[in-house]
């Protein structure tokens, strides 16, 4: 059983909105930390969203901040990521990620610390 699988995305306009979602499996929302990450050709994949599941926060990066949205349904075992108002800059492969570890926040950005991901989904977002 692949413990994450995202969905969703494909080719939007700017301004456009787009949810992404990924399939959590054999992992408890109550622990550890989930987030998500985006990626684009020859650049390092970098922090977008995340969450302490025990602590009840999410951080966003600054880039996101006040368009995007995570959240979770728990009857689902599924994670979301609302993206609105969205830019070219956003375009980008989105992927999921998840430690049972509770991060902290010194670490929680660092894709090195988290032990399973998805296998990604593409996000275009044309100008």
């Known amino acids: 059983q692949v413990p994450l699988v995202e969905s969703g995305g494909g080719l939007v306009q700017t301004g456009d909105s787009v949810t992404v979602s990924c399939i959590v499996s054999g992992r408890s929302f109550r622990t550890g930390t989930m987030g998500w990450f985006r990626q684009t050709p020859g650049k390092e994949r970098e922090f977008v969203a995340v969450r302490r599941w025990s602590f009840g926060t999410t951080l966003y990066a600054d880039s996101v901040k006040g368009r995007f949205t995570m959240s979770k349904d728990n009857e689902k075992n599924t994670m979301y990521l609302q993206m609105n108002s969205l830019k070219p800059e956003d375009t980008a492969t989105y992927f999921c990620?998840?430690?049972?570890?509770?991060?902290?926040?010194?670490?929680?950005?660092?894709?090195?610390?988290?032990?399973?991901w998805g296998q990604g989904t593409q996000v275009t977002v044309s100008s």
């Open positions: 990620a998840a430690t049972n570890r509770n991060l902290i926040t010194s670490t929680i950005r660092l894709p090195s610390n988290y032990d399973d």
